[in-house]
Every structure is written in structure tokens, then in C-alpha cells.
């Protein structure tokens, strides 16, 4: 008998739910607070990037609901997952032609007609996980051997490149690590794994130090202050503001560093901005929303009531869990500058309903555990 495909009178998750709904409308209230006056001196309308963002965010919680009801096995089915990947493919593939959008170097947004611009590789990252729950529960005896495991990362190595070339590194590197992550999580081989793992170090490496820029962004984490004009402006400025938050903040609206100091203030750097709002105990809690989510995502997949479930729940949740993870470090002065955004709470329109969307499905699949996810 066929599974349905819109699911009615089934529970999600409320504790995923609420949390993620947590973060995302203080991520709105942090967007409004660290983007004012860029707005206002760029768009003359300090609500310029709060209400792009507010627009976003009830597209994202449309669709994270309306997916929440659709059953996530309809996702399991190899023409449908073939013709996404087709079609990210040629997303990622316009980007190298005057439809894609360059801002600060970087080609990584489609203008298409009246479409409203987007990033693909933000649609590859979640694509994957869906590529490779499919793939993986689908060939997992073949998965096991070298050839099959070798074949399997592929895929991954094709969007790896498209990305890359962009450039965007950071994003081809997140993709990399939630890959291994799931491979190692989903039963590989230690032996394959390890050798993935050598050549991705390796790639880095190589990515790293062909590149001077990169180098000193590498060196300017050990050493801002010595460099605090040119590569490590960005880390010392963070710094700065999550220091001067103190335990409990300067209050919302209040931070200094927003006034131009801190570049990308509302984006890649709002956790830092955040810090000197709120302070340290305001910190503690949202890094405790981001626990309940990782939690009740990895506690979805242990649950899940098909192999395919499982490798989804974990994919999403390693995507989440490590882009949030590089973020934070970033901010703190431990990761080199990255340019990744903070998931729920950067601005981004593609990102949060990308996001969002992405958490509809981790509600759908608790919905469909073996036990009821509240127990």
C-alpha cells in the first residue's frame, strides 16, 4: 500500500518546533538591531533589511509547516531525486553566466527574470542530504565496498567544484564535513572514511596556502591585534564586541560596533553583535535553543521509522550543527573568517527558508517515528 502523501492529525516534534521558532524571530529582532544604521545610511529606511528579512521569514514558516504535513518518503524515490540534482546542477552552472550576481568577489546569487535573487549553493548543501539518504539506503551493501564508496562521494565532488569556483570555500568545505559526518554516522568503513577525511585535509591545505589572502586570514586568527588594519580587522572587531557585552549586555539596539566597525554586522558576524546586546547570559540561552534543536534532530533520526529517515534526520542535522558550529567560532576568534551565516539568525532570505524548510522535514520524519517523540 502506498504511503500518502500529505500527512493530517500526525504530531511533530513541539520541542524542535518552538526552538526553532525561538531563534528565528531573535534573529529578526537581531537583524532590525545590528542592520539600522546600515540601512539608514544606505537605503535612508533603517527597516530596509528587517522587513526583507520578516518577508522571508513567513515564506520560510509557510513552507516549513505546508512540508511538515507531506510525507518525507515521497522524497525516497530516484527519478525525483535525479531531476533536483539536474536542475542544481544547472543552478549552480548559470552562476558562470551573466545571470549570476558578483558581491565582494564572489558570484554566488541567480537573477532570474522577476525571481527574487537566490543562492544555489544554499540549495546543493540540503540537496545532498537528500542525495545521499537515498543513496546510502539505497546501495548500502555496495556503500561498503571501496569502488561503492568511492562512487558515492561523486556527486559531492562535482558540487564541491561548482562551488569552490564561485569561490566560495567555506560552503564547499560545510558540505564536505556534513558528508564525511554522515558517512561515518550511517556505517562506512573506518578505512574509507579515514581516507576521505586524509584527502579532504589535504584539498584544504592545498586551498589554503595557494592562496595569500587565505594564509593570513589562517594567521590573523592566532595573531589579530598584530594585524588588526588588514586581515585581522574583522577578528579583533568581533572580539571588541563580545567583550564589551559583558555578562549582561549593553541592551538591544545598543551595541557600538554596528556603527560600520564590524563588518558583515548583520550577517556572518551577528553573533557578535548578539554578545554585546545581550551579553553572555544572553548567549547561554540562544546557544541553548541551538542544543534543543541539535538534540531533537539527532533524537528524530534514532527514532525514525526508516533507514531513509534516519540518513535524512542526521544529514539536516549535521548541516545545522556544523554550519553553526563554524560560525560561532569564527566569531570567537577561533576559526578563520569564513563567511558562513548563522542558521535562523543571519540575514539571508535564501538561507532561512532554505532553513526553515529543511526543519519542516526534520518535523515531518518525528511525526513518524517509532515512538511518540514527546515520550
Same mark, same amino acid.
Given at each position: 500500500?502506498?504511503n500518502?502523501?500529505?500527512q @493530517?492529525?500526525?504530531?511533530f516534534d513541539?520541542?524542535l518546533?518552538y526552538?526553532?521558532m525561538?531563534?528565528?524571530l531573535i534573529? *529578526?529582532?537581531?537583524?532590525?538591531? /545590528? &542592520? /539600522?544604521?546600515l540601512?539608514?545610511? /544606505?537605503?535612508?529606511?533603517?527597516?530596509?533589511?528587517?522587513?526583507?528579512?520578516s518577508?522571508f521569514?513567513?515564506?520560510? *514558516?509557510?513552507?516549513?509547516?505546508i512540508i511538515s504535513?507531506?510525507?518525507?518518503? %515521497?522524497?525516497n524515490?530516484?527519478?525525483l531525486?535525479?531531476?533536483?540534482?539536474?536542475?542544481i546542477?544547472? $543552478?549552480l552552472v548559470l552562476?558562470? @553566466?551573466?545571470?549570476?550576481?558578483?558581491?565582494?568577489n564572489a558570484?554566488? !546569487?541567480l537573477?532570474?527574470?522577476?525571481?527574487?535573487?537566490?543562492?544555489p549553493?544554499?540549495?546543493?548543501k540540503?540537496?545532498?542530504?537528500?542525495f545521499?539518504?537515498?543513496w546510502?539506503?539505497?546501495n548500502?551493501?555496495y556503500?561498503l565496498?571501496l569502488k561503492?564508496?568511492?562512487?558515492?562521494?561523486?556527486?559531492?565532488?562535482?558540487?564541491?567544484?561548482?562551488?569552490?569556483?564561485?569561490?566560495d570555500?567555506s560552503t564547499?568545505g560545510?558540505?564536505?564535513?556534513a558528508?564525511?559526518?554522515?558517512?561515518?554516522?550511517?556505517g562506512?568503513r573506518?578505512?574509507?572514511?579515514?581516507?576521505?577525511?586524509t584527502?579532504?585535509?589535504? &584539498?584544504? %591545505?592545498?586551498?589554503?596556502?595557494?592562496?595569500e589572502y587565505r594564509?593570513n586570514?589562517v594567521?590573523?586568527? !592566532?595573531?589579530?591585534?598584530?594585524?588588526?588594519?588588514?586581515e585581522?580587522?574583522?577578528?579583533?572587531?568581533? *572580539?571588541?564586541?563580545l567583550g /564589551?557585552?559583558? $555578562?549582561?549586555g549593553?541592551?538591544?539596539?545598543?551595541?557600538r560596533?554596528k556603527?560600520?566597525h564590524?563588518p558583515?554586522?548583520?550577517?556572518?558576524?551577528?553573533?557578535?553583535?548578539m554578545?554585546?546586546?545581550i551579553?553572555y547570559?544572553?548567549l547561554?540561552?540562544?546557544?541553548?535553543?541551538f542544543f534543543v534543536v541539535f538534540?531533537r534532530?539527532?533524537y528524530? %533520526?534514532?527514532k525514525?521509522?526508516t533507514v531513509?529517515?534516519r540518513l535524512l %534526520?542526521?544529514?539536516?542535522?549535521?548541516l545545522?550543527?556544523?554550519?553553526s558550529?563554524i560560525?560561532i567560532?569564527?566569531?570567537?576568534?577561533?576559526?578563520?573568517?569564513t563567511?558562513?551565516t548563522?542558521?535562523?539568525?543571519?540575514?539571508g532570505? @535564501?538561507s532561512?527558508?532554505?532553513?526553515?524548510?529543511?526543519v519542516?522535514v526534520?518535523?515531518n520524519?518525528?511525526?513518524n517515528t517509532?515512538?511518540n517523540?514527546?515520550?
Amino acid at each position: 500500500m502506498k504511503n500518502k502523501l500529505f500527512q @493530517t492529525g500526525k504530531k511533530f516534534d513541539p520541542l524542535l518546533f518552538y526552538a526553532v521558532m525561538s531563534l528565528s524571530l531573535i534573529g *529578526l529582532v537581531m537583524v532590525l538591531s /545590528s &542592520s /539600522s544604521y546600515l540601512g539608514s545610511i /544606505s537605503y535612508n529606511d533603517a527597516f530596509h533589511f528587517f522587513k526583507k528579512q520578516s518577508v522571508f521569514f513567513v515564506i520560510g *514558516l509557510i513552507a516549513m509547516l505546508i512540508i511538515s504535513k507531506i510525507n518525507y518518503k %515521497a522524497y525516497n524515490n530516484q527519478e525525483l531525486i535525479l531531476f533536483a540534482g539536474f536542475v542544481i546542477i544547472i $543552478f549552480l552552472v548559470l552562476l558562470f @553566466t551573466p545571470l549570476g550576481k558578483t558581491v565582494n568577489n564572489a558570484t554566488r !546569487w541567480l537573477e532570474i527574470g522577476p525571481i527574487p535573487r537566490f543562492s544555489p549553493s544554499e540549495l546543493a548543501k540540503l540537496y545532498l542530504a537528500f542525495f545521499y539518504a537515498w543513496w546510502i539506503n539505497k546501495n548500502y551493501r555496495y556503500f561498503l565496498t571501496l569502488k561503492g564508496f568511492a562512487l558515492s562521494f561523486v556527486p559531492m565532488l562535482v558540487v564541491f567544484i561548482l562551488i569552490v569556483n564561485q569561490p566560495d570555500l567555506s560552503t564547499a568545505g560545510l558540505i564536505v564535513l556534513a558528508t564525511i559526518t554522515t558517512y561515518f554516522q550511517a556505517g562506512a568503513r573506518f578505512t574509507h572514511v579515514f581516507s576521505l577525511v586524509t584527502a579532504g585535509a589535504a &584539498s584544504a %591545505a592545498y586551498f589554503i596556502l595557494s592562496s595569500e589572502y587565505r594564509i593570513n586570514r589562517v594567521i590573523a586568527v !592566532w595573531r589579530p591585534f598584530e594585524n588588526q588594519l588588514d586581515e585581522g580587522y574583522q577578528v579583533v572587531k568581533s *572580539l571588541y564586541a563580545l567583550g /564589551s557585552g559583558g $555578562f549582561w549586555g549593553l541592551g538591544i539596539g545598543n551595541s557600538r560596533q554596528k556603527y560600520l566597525h564590524l563588518p558583515e554586522r548583520h550577517t556572518d558576524f551577528i553573533f557578535s553583535i548578539m554578545g554585546e546586546e545581550i551579553g553572555y547570559i544572553g548567549l547561554l540561552f540562544v546557544l541553548f535553543l541551538f542544543f534543543v534543536v541539535f538534540w531533537r534532530g539527532y533524537y528524530t %533520526a534514532i527514532k525514525a521509522d526508516t533507514v531513509f529517515g534516519r540518513l535524512l %534526520a542526521l544529514g539536516i542535522t549535521n548541516l545545522l550543527l556544523i554550519q553553526s558550529f563554524i560560525n560561532i567560532t569564527v566569531a570567537a576568534g577561533v576559526f578563520p573568517t569564513t563567511g558562513m551565516t548563522l542558521p535562523f539568525i543571519s540575514y539571508g532570505g @535564501t538561507s532561512l527558508v532554505i532553513t526553515m524548510a529543511a526543519v519542516g522535514v526534520l518535523l515531518n520524519i518525528s511525526s513518524n517515528t517509532i515512538k511518540n517523540p514527546n515520550n
